[in-house]
């Protein structure tokens, strides 16, 4: 079966300081991981897949293998960056067909 | 890209009745996905729904509970169905345009609350 976790449910940093939000996940393939964000009013959104190794907003990405990892970094927050973020795979599930698992989700919180 | 309208934004409902959440897509696409997302918890498969053939339920999910319509390919409806207050929720379709692999679409979500 696959699994995210996401340990934190609240991340509180004050502004300018670096921002890891961890992900670990547990899949037996290989896995396409995404971050998807979403801001107070607005609806979920894609922040980043790992596939793509872009910087977006300032965030990156690294898929690690080996500790089965997506964190989430930036190194100076910003308080626009308060939201909700959640990570995410999509791989094949235990019914044999493709699906999207998402993890628990954890709240940034961008002290001014 | 696909944009997604989902209605009602959300409701106040009676226990033992019903409610239909409606699904509207401004692209054709294969599948529709209906989540479920409590509070403080994760978004949570309930079925994928096909245009032609019965929706997909995941574990914990079932058909008498939880129908789902798919007339086209691009409406679906999610009705939640002999509604408890444990039904209280929000209700999230999603698309993904190009593949599983690529970038989810959501609606904006129906905040459910059974009283």
């Known amino acids: 079966a696959q699994r995210v976790t996401q340990p934190e449910k609240l991340l509180s940093v004050f502004k300018g300081a670096p921002v890891e939000l961890k992900c670990n996940y547990s899949?037996?393939?290989?896995?396409?991981l995404f971050w998807y964000v979403q801001y107070s009013r607005q609806r979920l959104q894609l922040l980043l897949r790992?596939?793509s190794r872009e910087s977006i907003k300032g965030f990156t990405a690294d898929l690690n293998k080996g500790e089965t990892s997506f964190h989430l970094k930036k190194p100076f927050a910003q308080e626009e960056d308060s939201a909700m973020y959640y990570c995410?795979?999509?791989?094949?599930?235990?019914?044999?067909?493709?699906?999207?698992?998402f993890g628990t989700g954890t709240k940034l919180q961008v002290i001014p | 890209s696909a944009v997604i309208s989902q209605k009602p934004s959300r409701d106040i409902c009676q226990r033992g009745t019903s409610l239909t959440i409606q699904c509207q897509v401004d692209?054709?696409?294969?599948?529709m996905f209906w989540y479920r997302q409590q509070p403080g918890q994760s978004l949570t498969l309930i079925a994928t729904a096909n245009q032609g053939s019965e929706a997909t339920y995941e574990s914990g999910f079932v058909i008498d509970k939880f129908p789902i319509s798919r007339p086209n390919l691009t409406f679906s409806t999610l009705t939640v169905s002999n509604m408890s207050p444990e039904d209280s929720s929000i209700y999230l379709c999603?698309?993904?345009?190009?593949?599983?692999?690529?970038?989810?679409?959501f609606g904006q979500g129906t905040r459910l609350t059974v009283v």
């Open positions: 692209s054709q696409v294969t599948m």
């Open positions: 995410a795979l999509s791989g094949m599930g235990s019914g044999g067909y493709q699906k999207v698992t």
């Open positions: 999603s698309v993904h345009p190009r593949g599983l692999n690529t970038e989810a679409f």
């Open positions: 899949y037996s393939g290989s896995p396409e």
């Open positions: 790992h596939i």
